[in-house]
């Protein structure tokens, strides 16, 4: 009483080819392989870019920790009384400064006189957890220096 309307009424001149049948359907060898390498080329490349920036994002890291050190030195020195700066040298080595162990700061105040004095603030940081000076890892990037006016 019904008719299926779902069944396909395409003259075989109209039917969809594939191109294969029976046991030539699906992909070959060489296909898979082809796909499966390129799979790999990517994912091993976007593995390599997350190595890479991890890398530069604990060296930015260490770099950013560094300038707010040099900075607190240069703040340290514009808070005390100008006179109390003449011939200061203050020396942080690693593990004196609390809460960066592998961090170290030099401050120095140079051409100290009655009028201004040139005052000069370095801090390094050290990779690898070491805390022996003079290692291979050591690195001074950052040093600040500014002129104050006594008042």
């Known amino acids: 009483m019904y008719k ?6 395409y003259p075989e001149s109209m039917a969809p080819q594939t191109g294969r ?6 992909f ?7 796909a499966v390498s390129l799979m790999a080329f990517l ?3 976007v593995l390599s870019m997350n190595s890479a920036y991890i890398k530069f994002n604990q060296s930015n890291r260490y770099y950013a920790t560094a300038v707010q050190l040099a900075e607190n030195g240069i703040e340290f020195c514009m ?5 109390t700066l003449s011939g200061m040298n ?5 593990g004196q400064i609390p809460g960066f162990a592998n961090y170290t700061r030099i401050i120095t105040v140079e051409n100290w006189t ?5 005052i000069r603030s370095r801090a390094a940081w050290r990779t690898g957890g070491s805390t022996n000076a003079g290692g291979l890892n050591d690195h001074w ?6 002129v104050r006016a006594s008042l």
């Open 141 to 146: 990037p950052i040093e600040i220096t500014v």
């Open 43 to 45: 994912i091993i490349g």
């Open 28 to 34: 070959s060898f060489i296909e898979l392989l082809i």
């Open 114 to 118: 009655a009028t201004s004095c040139t």
């Open 21 to 26: 049948s029976g046991k030539e359907a699906g």
């Open 4 to 9: 299926n309307h779902c069944r396909s009424t």
């Open 79 to 83: 808070w005390q009384p100008y006179d």
């Open 90 to 94: 203050d020396v942080k080595s690693f």
